[in-house]
């Protein structure tokens, strides 16, 4: 199983060596901006590193609201941001659910999805697998709640994308881990890529405050059975820097060597 973290994207390679991880996540750019991505220098070493390496898009895209000025600079940023973690190489490009405003139909939401889609397909396509994220709070989500995820899906799968499942999001989004990977699998049939967090806040609070897989009030081992029912690559998105997300790391491979928990 490959397990890595998100790390800063100076030098993704020296972080993945600091951490012991065979994968990496980063940003191409602000993750709170609206900045297209500038080709990497070190794009020819990317691509030819073993570690597999994924691309999380800026949390401003939202190709799901039904506010325009913010909906068609999301899908064209989606679109940026998907040929340029493909031109380093990215197994993947993560992006959050999105959501209509309060008062606008969710139907809308999920329709914009499918719409956002039909565009990249209509554009030459994404160039990578493009995976879409559960997120935590919200109370009008596309990928908070499985009810959402299940209508979300009806819209957009005739398409090419896949899920990637956060733990916390889940935990703070009012899902129960146990068994979450089988009811997931139920409506999306994959899941591409796990993001395996602790949660600061507690079950069902819509908070998104990640932390160290033994912190949080999510009980670690319910993360590792998520982790082994998902069978999917896993990114952890601790705090700490190297020396944190390394303990992270060092956790979930002893767990799932079948180490007992010291906790
Ligand atoms: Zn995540």
Redesign the pocket.
Known sequence: MRIGA?VDPTDPLTEATARAADAVQFFLADPQGWKAPQPREDAERLRATGIDIYV?APYVVNVATGNNRIRIPSRKLLLAHARAAAAIGAKGL?V?GGHVNAGDDPATGFDNWRKALAYAAESGGFGLPVLI??TAGGENACARRLDALARLWDAVGDHEVGF?L?T??AHAGGEELLGLVDRVKAITGRIDLV?A?NSKDGFGSGRDR?DNLRGGTIDPELVVAVIRAAGAPV?V?TPGGAEGQSGDIAFLRGQLAGETSAA
């Open positions: 998100h999380h993560v959050h994220e559960n990637c956060d916390c999001h993001h967090n990640h990114i998105e």
